[in-house]
């Protein structure tokens, strides 16, 4: 996605170790005018797809999800992260860990909102090693529903993230595809001709 990729250049910045700082349009302050488009990206990549339901991870995953979910018509649900390990009857519940942070987190959603039968777009704001999306995914099917597509604004192609979730079987589709961090510059992946 062209115009997400010129944001990137001009306001994003690398800020150590491979992260890439997003603060001004994505992860802090939000860009409205360009997550609409996002949105509406994702929604057109995933129209063919009978998709019933939009998941998410709050909460930077909640702004570029919000008009996939209204353009597909379909609800967005965004997993909470649990701070109690506690089980409960009433939520699907998976563990993610975090490289980034070096901590587990639980996260949870609702057993009410997902059904069998649901075919559910996974949405997150950044794919690095994956961990995020498989356990969303973990969820999804916990629910006995099927995991229609991944979509990612922001995949560090040089981690493992993206390849995790082919190998698991699941489509990916990343708005923006970074090649490097290296250098504090960024540089996208070519886009494959068709
Ligand atoms: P993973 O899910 O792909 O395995 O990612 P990882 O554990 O490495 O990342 C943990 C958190 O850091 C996630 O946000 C993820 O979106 C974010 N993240 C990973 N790489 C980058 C990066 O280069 N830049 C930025 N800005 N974020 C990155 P989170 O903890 O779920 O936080 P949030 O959704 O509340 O913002
Ligand atoms: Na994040
Ligand atoms: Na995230």
């Known amino acids: ?21 997003v603060d001004s349009f994505l992860n802090h302050q939000i860009d409205t005018n360009l997550m609409i ?10 129209k063919q797809s009978n998709i019933t339901k939009v998941l998410t991870l709050e909460s930077s995953g909640i702004a570029p999800s919000f008009m996939a979910a209204q353009d597909l018509g379909v609800p967005l649900i965004f997993a909470r992260k649990r701070k109690s390990l506690t089980m409960n009857n009433d939520v699907y519940t998976s563990t993610v860990y975090s490289y980034t ?26 794919l690095a090693n994956g961990q995020a999306a498989l356990g969303l995914a973990n969820i999804v099917e916990q629910a006995g529903a099927n995991v229609s597509g991944i979509g990612i604004v922001i995949e560090k192609s040089f981690q493992e993230g993206r390849s995790k979730l082919e190998q698991a079987g699941y489509r990916v589709e990343s708005l923006a595809r970074i090649q490097s961090l290296d250098n504090g510059k960024v540089s996208f992946l070519e886009e494959k001709a068709l």
């Open 1 to 21: 996605m062209e115009q997400l990729k010129r944001v990137i250049l001009e306001n994003g910045s690398v800020v150590s170790d491979g992260v890439l700082k």
């Open 37 to 46: 488009k996002v949105g509406k990206e994702f929604a057109s990549r995933f």
């Open 101 to 126: 942070k070096e901590t587990s987190n639980e996260i949870a959603v609702s057993k009410s909102f997902l059904s069998l039968g649901d075919n559910v777009l996974i949405i997150d704001d950044f």
